[in-house]
């Protein structure tokens, strides 16, 4: 059972466009991550929300978590080739003692 | 700067042969991870350790064991390597329980197995 949809699996846009992808779930996280990871490397942590509700930006990257904690959005503004990578969303499943489960991720690609 | 360094960014291994993946983290932190990550499978924990001497399993520890002698190390050990076996292997540390979910990973390492 995949606890943590993502969607899209795939987009790919031209430089210069917006875009929102989505991570998804019927349970309750105490707290959940965004990573982007590059072909042949470790993910890095980009952000964590904490607080249903809560927006955080990081430059042209605006993340959400819902209301009831169990949803999150990161949208880009404006993208750039560097910005090309898979974004994957982590949390904490209170169902499941606060394991940490990750989503499959959605890999963007931005065409300059 | 904070790091999780993996021995090995690149292995090629015959099938049943011993494997050691070593992790090293500088951050002090409790708890270490590795995960594998397959095209279309995501992200999956092998095995995970809240301290020393300490492990549990995750979701796929068949085929696998680990070491933590000292609080930065973490060793996965692949005891008699088999094909399915290949795929990215991704260590990661985080503090304790509070900021569980924010993990640091390493660069990766990819065995191929043959």
């Known amino acids: 059972t995949q606890l943590l949809e993502q969607s899209p699996q795939f987009l790919s846009i031209q430089e210069g466009e917006n875009l929102t992808v989505y991570c998804n779930s019927s349970?309750?996280?105490?707290?959940l991550q965004w990573y982007r990871q590059e072909p042949g490397e470790g993910p890095v942590l980009l952000v964590t929300?904490?607080?249903?509700?809560e927006v955080k930006k990081l430059k042209r990257l605006t993340f959400q978590f819902g209301d009831a904690r169990k949803d999150s959005s990161l949208h880009i503004t404006a993208a750039q080739p560097g910005d090309t990578g898979l974004y994957l969303c982590?949390?904490?499943?209170?169902?499941?003692?606060?394991?940490?489960?990750f989503g499959k991720g959605t890999r963007l690609h931005i065409l300059p | 700067d904070v790091k999780v360094t993996q021995s090995s960014r690149y292995l090629v291994k015959r099938t049943g042969e011993k494997v050691f993946l070593e992790c090293v983290q500088d951050?002090?932190?409790?708890?270490m991870f590795w995960y594998r990550q397959d095209p279309g499978l995501g992200l999956r924990l092998i095995y995970f350790?809240?301290?020393?001497?300490?492990?549990e399993k995750g979701d796929i520890p068949e085929g696998y064991s680990v070491s933590r002698e000292k609080k930065e190390r973490f060793s996965l050990i692949l005891e008699s390597a088999s094909t399915n076996q290949t795929s990215m292997y991704l260590c990661?540390?985080?503090?304790?329980?509070?900021?569980?979910?924010?993990?640091?990973f390493g660069e990766g390492s990819r065995l191929t197995v043959l």
């Open positions: 929300v904490v607080t249903g509700g």
């Open positions: 990661a540390s985080s503090r304790g329980t509070r900021e569980a979910g924010e993990l640091f």
């Open positions: 349970s309750v996280f105490s707290s």
């Open positions: 951050m002090d932190h409790e708890n």
């Open positions: 982590a949390g904490d499943d209170k169902n499941r003692d606060d394991k940490i489960i």
């Open positions: 350790s809240y301290d020393v001497k300490m492990k």
